[in-house]
């Protein structure tokens, strides 16, 4: 089965300054990579995704780059804010398949003011 | 967008007892999954809750522990049965559509 590999667990940045959290993924036949952010006592909420047949995709302050070849996707803040504090969780699915979602152990992004 | 909603929001049990919790979509969703988090922890998937038919289970999640339902495309049932502290977690039900996967608030259960 699928395995998602995520690092650093834990991540300081000063405020304004970018956040790279990166990602590695198993299962080759995986095709879809999104990435929750969950603040604390909430649940998950999708910030961003991507699919295999893209190699960068970009919402505002948020991209994602994903390597097919080499199985890494990452997540990339930028003009990093007090609200983006949270713990990000990226994730793997093969959306022709059994579409299981299957999540990264998780990142905690303090940003430092 | 599809709006989740589960019940309870929290309980409280005690040891060997069982609780149902039940998760709503507000629109028809094709996929329905339930999760259980621990605290500072990552969301691990329990089951896949079909339609009209037996969940599929993940690896260390058996049925008569958890079982579930899944009546139609909106509603969902989880139980978590003959509970010990170990139970004690919380739990997520998810839905997705075409496109994108959402969560349910969580019920949190904590197991005496």
């Known amino acids: 089965g699928e395995n998602v590999e995520q690092h650093p667990s834990t991540l300081s940045v000063q405020e304004g300054d970018s956040a790279v959290i990166k990602c590695t993924y198993s299962d080759s036949a995986s095709n879809y990579f999104p990435w929750y952010k969950q603040e604390l006592g909430k649940r998950p909420q999708l910030i961003i995704d991507i699919r295999s047949n893209v190699g960068e995709k970009k919402d505002q302050r948020i991209a994602v780059t994903l390597n097919k070849t080499a199985k890494h996707f990452s997540l990339h803040i930028t003009e990093t804010q007090p609200e983006d504090s949270a713990v990000y969780f990226c994730?793997?699915?093969?959306?022709?398949?059994?579409?299981?979602?299957?999540f990264g152990k998780g990142t905690r992004l303090h940003i430092l003011p | 967008s599809a709006v989740i909603s589960q019940k309870p929001s929290r309980d409280i049990c005690q040891r060997g007892t069982s609780l149902t919790i039940q998760c709503q979509v507000d629109?028809?969703?094709?996929?329905m999954f339930w999760y259980r988090q621990q605290p500072g922890q990552s969301l691990t998937l329990i089951a896949t809750?079909?339609?009209?038919?037996?969940?599929?289970?993940e690896s260390g999640f058996v049925i008569d522990k958890f079982p579930i339902s899944r009546p139609n495309l909106t509603f969902s049932t989880l139980t978590v049965s003959n509970m010990s502290p170990e139970d004690s977690s919380i739990y997520l039900c998810?839905?997705?559509?075409?496109?994108?996967?959402?969560f349910g608030p969580g019920t949190r259960l904590l197991v005496l």
């Open positions: 998810s839905g997705r559509d075409q496109e994108t996967q959402y």
């Open positions: 809750a079909n339609q009209g038919s037996e969940a599929t289970y």
């Open positions: 994730a793997a699915s093969s959306m022709n398949r059994d579409d299981k979602i299957i």
């Open positions: 629109s028809q969703v094709t996929m």
